[in-house]
């Protein structure tokens, strides 16, 4: 899944070990703007500090997780832990689409006058 989201807050780091050997994790709040609803999302990253060191608070990003639920003694538990962020970029107004090739001028011939034919239609 994807979503298009500003950082908000960036939470603590938590490290530990276990018998895979040591983790650290990482929880980014983003806020999504959905018309007048703002809502907000945090978001699990595991074992990638590089990664939540080039986040910036304010700054809107591109963000793909993988959202999974587990159960617990009854109770559910939904981790959604990021595995692809990419900064969001702004085009200038006016400016044309990077992917887009630059819009050619009309040809002489399109603007010519038509010429009268022989064809019956």
């Known amino acids: 899944m994807e979503f298009e989201g500003t950082v908000y807050k ?3 780091v938590t490290k530990g070990t276990s018998a895979r050997g040591e983790w650290q994790r990482q929880d980014v ?4 703007n959905e018309g007048s609803f703002t809502r907000k999302i945090c978001v699990t990253f595991f074992n990638k500090p590089d990664d939540v060191a080039r986040l910036r ?3 809107a990003y591109t ?3 993988n959202i999974e ?3 617990y003694n009854g109770r559910w538990y939904t981790d959604i832990r990021a595995w692809r962020i990419q900064p969001k970029q702004e ?5 044309p689409m990077p992917d887009m ?3 050619a001028e009309e040809p002489a ?3 010519a006058p038509a010429e009268a034919d022989d064809l019956p239609f």
């Open 63 to 65: 963000v793909s997780v």
């Open 57 to 59: 608070e304010g700054a």
């Open 91 to 95: 085009t200038p107004a006016g400016a």
């Open 69 to 71: 639920s587990r159960e």
């Open 101 to 103: 090739p630059p819009i």
């Open 109 to 111: 011939y399109a603007s």
């Open 29 to 32: 709040v983003f806020e999504m």
């Open 10 to 12: 960036i939470m603590p």
